[in-house]
């Protein structure tokens, strides 16, 4: 089984600065690892993935996250937030391998609600 | 535009009814979800369709089914509600359970049951 912890619920930054989401997983195999953003009164959207290959991804928008195996991490960061960055934001694993219901899950975190304020 | 259509987008029911939600997805998708969110308990998976003709469940799939009805549609069915089932209902897509295949959201279901 797999579980997944975001360590803040709420996240305010003033527009221009850095933000750092954290996102901590546990599991008893490897995962793959996923950032959602949610928007108010909308479905979640894929930011951003890791699949394999370079432990640094990037998204289109300017967030970035590092899959840091040791501490079973995957942090999303941005350099400098804007007004339209202000959305819930979910961290997901899913199981490599296997078949069936469990290896096609997603397991979400509780999710981080970012505030940036004007 | 594209994408995952879900209906209705509000309901209110009282304790005992049955409700249908409505899911269908114009994208030539395989794979159809139906996930439930509650306040600060992210997304969780209820039922899912691999396939056309196919459904397995998740992980919280009691009190509710689901059918497949085509390529296109997927609902998800409360026989009888209950207010633990009060939640916002997520309907997703994609073109297959391969983990290169994100998954696509309909902008949710909000269902209160009194």
């Known amino acids: 089984a797999q579980s997944v912890t975001q360590l803040d619920s709420q996240v305010p930054v003033f527009e221009e600065a850095p933000v750092e989401l954290r996102c901590n997983y546990s599991?008893?195999?490897?995962?793959?690892l996923f950032w959602y953003v949610q928007y108010p009164n909308q479905g979640l959207q894929l930011l951003l993935k890791?699949?394999?290959?370079?432990?640094l991804v990037e998204s289109i928008n300017g967030f970035e996250a590092e899959f840091n195996k040791s501490q079973t991490s995957f942090h999303l960061r941005k350099p400098s937030v804007h007004i339209s960055d202000t959305a819930e934001y979910f961290c997901a694993v899913r199981p490599r391998g296997g078949s069936g219901a469990g290896s096609y899950q997603l397991t979400f975190g509780k999710g981080t609600k970012l505030s940036v304020i004007p | 535009n594209a994408g995952v259509t879900q209906t209705p987008k509000f309901q209110v029911l009282k304790t005992g009814q049955s409700m249908t939600l409505q899911c269908a997805q114009d994208m030539n998708h395989n794979s159809m979800y139906w996930y439930r969110q509650d306040p600060g308990m992210g997304l969780r998976l209820i039922y899912y369709?691999?396939?056309?003709?196919?459904?397995d469940k998740g992980e919280v799939p009691n009190g509710y089914n689901v059918s497949r009805l085509n390529k296109r549609e997927f609902s998800l069915r409360l026989e009888s509600a209950a207010p633990s089932q009060t939640s916002v209902y997520f309907c997703?897509?994609?073109?297959?359970?391969?983990?290169?295949?994100?998954?696509?959201f309909g902008d949710g279901t909000r269902l209160s049951i009194l």
């Open positions: 599991s008893s195999v490897s995962v793959y």
């Open positions: 997703a897509s994609s073109p297959g359970v391969r983990v290169s295949q994100p998954q696509h």
């Open positions: 890791y699949l394999s290959g370079s432990t």
């Open positions: 369709s691999a396939s056309e003709g196919t459904t």
